[in-house]
């Protein structure tokens, strides 16, 4: 688990992301990430960054037993004993002294590496704050897609009929005046005509 710090628009709409056209509230990303898989979960969290906004994510979102590794940050200590989930470990690792600790192997790196995906995964330009929230769901969506093995298009279908069921009548009824041509079978041959609805 990391949170990381996604800049606004470039400035001038050209170099670094100088992330001087967003709010500080509006800056910041919680995630977490199953190691050997590509299943995540990313919050838009306030620059603050407290245990208190922290908390509630990881419980919803982590089962049981899970093993913890972060860095340093505050809102992390003595998470084993701060989370609602029983048989929870925690392994932080000191980024000032070495990137793997040397006692436990604990490591950040499959985190850090998710921000690099995410962010190239953000469109360069035109992305406002109150939007990031849906981009951030994209990308969790279709991370999840690659790992099930899901066809995109075919699972966006399924999840689309369930979101939103169908409205569609029983008979299928035509607008008001429109030309229509109904096809009537006769013994011989076959006729069309042509009518006003």
């Not at 600790?101 to 953000?122: M, N, R, Y």
């Not at 992305?127 to 966006?156: A, Q, T, V």
Request: charged share 25%; net charge negative.
């Amino acid at each position: 688990m990391d949170e990381s710090f996604f800049a606004g628009a470039p400035k001038f709409n050209r170099g670094h992301r100088l992330g001087t056209s967003w709010e500080d509230d509006e800056k910041w990303v919680f995630g977490l990430v199953q190691r050997d898989s590509l299943n995540c979960v990313l919050k838009q969290v306030p620059s603050n960054r407290s245990r208190k906004t922290l908390l509630p994510i990881i419980n919803k979102h982590c089962l049981e037993g899970t093993i913890f590794h972060s860095d340093g940050w505050k809102a992390y200590g003595k998470l084993a004993d701060q989370l609602d989930l029983e048989d929870c470990l925690h392994f932080p690792v000191n980024h000032s002294s070495n990137y793997v600790d040397p006692d436990t192997a604990a490591h950040t790196q499959t985190i850090e590496g998710l921000w690099s995906h995410v962010k190239d995964f953000l469109p360069v330009r035109g992305m406002k704050p109150h939007d990031l929230h849906s981009y951030l769901g994209w990308f969790m969506w279709d991370r999840n897609c690659r790992e099930m093995r899901r066809d995109i298009f075919i699972h966006f279908m399924k999840c689309a009929g369930e979101q939103r069921p169908p409205s569609y009548k029983v008979e299928f009824q035509l607008p008001p005046a429109t030309m229509t041509r109904i096809l009537r079978q006769t013994e011989s041959d076959v006729e069309y005509e042509d009518f006003i609805v």
